[in-house]
């Protein structure tokens, strides 16, 4: 069974960093891209970073409101997708999820991951 979990998620100051893990099970990490989405309330889900499965590169991708603050990478050993997040701001704050897709395009939609985690929750707040 196919599953994915994260964690790491809290609250946090503006500046500060967290880092989120996405613990995968029941699949080859490699054969997969790992996307990470967050969603406020009443929002859709937005794509804010991407790491495509070997086939595609194991390429990075990013929002362009978290480029240069936050940083994917998949340790493969440990089945584990992260996604270090630095320079948090209070818009930053939402439900963030990971998802895993045989697809390497699009990787904002949404509907392109098949296999989607529980979420954690990230408040950046003074």
């Known amino acids: 069974q196919l599953q994915l979990v994260e964690s790491g998620g809290g609250l946090v100051q503006p500046g500060g960093s967290l880092r989120l893990s996405c613990a995968t099970s029941?699949?080859?990490?490699?054969?997969?891209?790992i996307g990470w989405f967050r969603q406020t309330p009443g929002k859709e889900p937005e794509g804010v970073s991407c790491?495509?499965?070997?086939?595609?590169?194991?390429?990075?991708y990013y929002a362009e409101s978290v480029k240069g603050r936050f940083t994917i990478s998949r340790d493969v050993a440990k089945n584990t997708v992260y996604l270090q997040m630095n320079s948090l701001k209070p818009e930053d704050t939402a439900n963030y999820y990971c998802?895993?897709?045989?697809?390497?395009?699009?990787?904002?939609?949404?509907?392109?991951?098949?296999?989607w985690g529980q979420g954690t929750q990230v408040t950046v707040s003074s």
């Open positions: 998802a895993a897709s045989t697809f390497s395009t699009d990787w904002t939609r949404a509907a392109r991951y098949a296999y």
């Open positions: 029941g699949f080859i990490l490699d054969d997969y891209a």
């Open positions: 790491i495509s499965s070997s086939d595609g590169g194991g390429s990075s």
